[in-house]
């Protein structure tokens, strides 16, 4: 079993509705979680970053972390066809880039 | 420059050659990491470099792959004796110190071994 799981997709949806993501995971240490966006062809992007436990929000995004379920989830309110990406979520125990475990990343796909 | 540079954006190799990948991370960012992403999967960790301390080598999946990094600039991560199962994308990326794990990456290098 994977440390981080994450439903591949792919994730249709219409312009304008809500988007949910989300990760689960299995190591209790983790304290430190990400979602990345990656367009085609591209690296990934920093989208949010959160430490612990509880929900953050910036302009349409709204991440939010469950460590007793050892669940996060990513909402992209009022989509755009250019949210349409590749979304991964990542963590990590400490605060160090190569300690980061990656989920697979789930495809979006925002349609006008 | 303004972001992680990396080059070739794509490589096609035969089975059995060496390749060298090269990254220009952002100008300041001390910390520098080599990821592989295999089709439809997560990053995998590689390699870590920051500064003059001894690279952290845990991710390499092999003694096939090697990392070198010119102080606080360029790195080239070489595969020899490429296999078919090396083909992903290498993606590079810096950050401005090593106690974070916010990332900015390169748009990668695109391997495919014949």
């Known amino acids: 079993q994977k440390e981080v799981e994450q439903d591949p997709g792919p994730l249709s949806v219409p312009e304008g509705a809500i988007v949910s993501l989300n990760c689960t995971y299995s190591?209790?240490?983790?304290?430190?979680f990400m979602w990345y966006r990656q367009y085609s062809r591209k690296g990934p992007e920093l989208l949010m970053y959160?430490?612990?436990?509880g929900n953050k929000e910036d302009g349409r995004f709204t991440a939010q972390v469950d460590k007793s379920s050892k669940y996060i989830s990513l909402f992209i309110r009022d989509s755009q066809p250019s949210d349409s990406a590749t979304y991964l979520c990542?963590?990590?125990?400490?605060?160090?880039?190569?300690?980061?475990?990656f989920g697979g990343g789930t495809r979006v796909l925002v349609k006008p | 420059g303004a972001g992680v540079s990396q080059s070739p954006s794509n490589k096609v190799t035969e089975k059995g050659k060496d390749v060298e990948l090269r990254c220009d991370p952002i100008?300041?960012?001390?910390?520098l990491y080599w990821y592989r992403q295999r089709l439809g999967q997560g990053l995998e960790f590689l390699i870590y470099?920051?500064?003059?301390?001894?690279?952290?080598k845990s991710g390499l999946p092999s003694d096939r792959f090697s990392a070198e990094r010119t102080g606080e600039s360029v790195s080239t991560l070489t595969i020899q004796r490429t296999q078919q199962e090396d083909s992903a994308v290498y993606l590079c990326?810096?950050?401005?110190?090593?106690?974070?794990?916010?990332?900015?990456f390169g748009s990668g290098t695109q391997l495919s071994v014949l």
């Open positions: 990326a810096s950050s401005l110190n090593p106690g974070t794990e916010k990332l900015f």
């Open positions: 190591n209790s240490a983790f304290q430190y």
């Open positions: 959160t430490y612990s436990s």
């Open positions: 990542a963590m990590s125990a400490v605060a160090a880039g190569n300690k980061l475990t």
């Open positions: 100008s300041g960012h001390t910390a």
């Open positions: 470099f920051q500064g003059n301390s001894a690279p952290d």
